[in-house]
């Protein structure tokens, strides 16, 4: 297997890869493909010669994406994701129509926000919308990279090449067990986790982090805790009576869980998110009514959050 060959991978390899990586075997890749296991076998020989490593650990007739060959894969996903959009984006061109818009966004921006967005656009939304679900370093390098649009995401500390078109400021919520101890019309204070699980953003994240100044600022150290990925998991398990959640607001009135009680806080504790794009993209000024629409929808909750504070 040559290491230094600069040859691109071609699009059939980049397709017989994936169908083994998803379906598991030579064979079952070759039956989706429509062609002989031969075939399929020399493509994946052809393209691990192109790139320079072994995409798949091989025991006898069992195989199994090596890791480097799991980071391909993803990667390769996108670039296919890409080559696919070039049919729509030629028609609207034709067409003189705004063409296809690719959006990225954190899970939380994906589940709680997104939707409502598009929804507010109705028709006049592209034939094609592409929304990746993806962390919020990745939504960056889409869009320095030019494969997103438009990125969903918390927000950062500014970042070379991008321009934020939108920016909301609010506060993080808790989330309780309807019907619990501290489903009331008063705040949930700080000093409850003394006593009661913690569930939230684990380590890591901006919001996690903002979290954690505000325990050291009360001296207060959360009994036990569960720690998650998804703010939609940590509200879940407030939903269980497994704790109290401590959340984005986006997560809590953009997607409705059953079964919980969304209350404030006795201290305020930020949370920011924007929409961006990047900073030389020429079509940004297409996009002014999904400008518009983020800005409506994310007012709508910032507006939720203020007044659940102001009631209680």
């Known amino acids: 297997m040559s290491t230094t060959n600069n040859e691109r991978p071609d699009i059939r390899s980049m397709e017989a890869f994936a169908a083994v990586v998803r379906y598991g075997s030579m064979t079952a890749a070759a039956q989706k493909m429509s062609v002989g296991q031969p075939a399929i076998t ?12 072994a995409l798949f650990e091989r025991n006898g007739p069992k195989i199994a994406p090596s890791e480097k060959g799991l980071k391909f894969f993803e990667e390769s996903q996108r670039v296919m994701t890409n080559l696919s ?18 959006i990225a966004a954190t899970p939380t921006m994906s589940a709680g926000l997104v939707g409502p967005v598009l929804a507010r656009l109705e028709d006049r939304l592209p034939d094609f919308v592409h929304v990746e679900t993806t962390t919020s370093e990745r939504v960056m390098l889409s869009l320095r990279q030019g494969t997103a649009d438009l990125g969903f995401s918390a927000y950062t500390k500014e970042v070379p090449l991008l321009k934020s078109l939108a920016r909301f400021e609010s506060r993080v919520v808790a989330i309780v067990q309807k019907g619990s101890a501290f489903d009331t019309d008063q705040p949930v204070p700080l000093s409850a986790f003394a006593s009661q699980r913690l569930a939230t953003i684990c380590d890591g994240y901006q919001i996690r982090t903002e979290i954690n100044a505000a325990f050291e600022r009360e001296n207060i ?19 269980a009576g497994l704790g109290i959640a401590l959340v984005d607001p986006v997560t809590a009135f953009g997607v ?25 993209a ?7 009514d999904l400008v518009t629409a983020c800005q409506a929808e994310s007012d709508l909750i910032v507006s939720k959050v203020e007044n659940l504070y102001q009631t209680s």
């Open 42 to 53: 020399r493509m994946i020989r052809d393209l691990e010669d192109r790139v320079g490593f």
């Open 85 to 102: 959009h070039l049919t729509e984006r030629a028609h609207a061109i034709r067409d003189e129509k705004l063409s296809a818009i690719d």
């Open 221 to 239: 150290k959360p009994a036990s805790q569960i720690a998650t990925n998804s703010s939609l998991s940590a509200a879940m398990t407030a939903r």
């Open 256 to 280: 409705p869980v059953e079964g919980v009680s969304i209350r404030p806080l006795s201290v305020e504790i930020g949370y920011d998110w924007g929409l961006f794009a990047k900073e030389e």
């Open 282 to 288: 020429s079509r940004k000024d297409q996009f002014s």
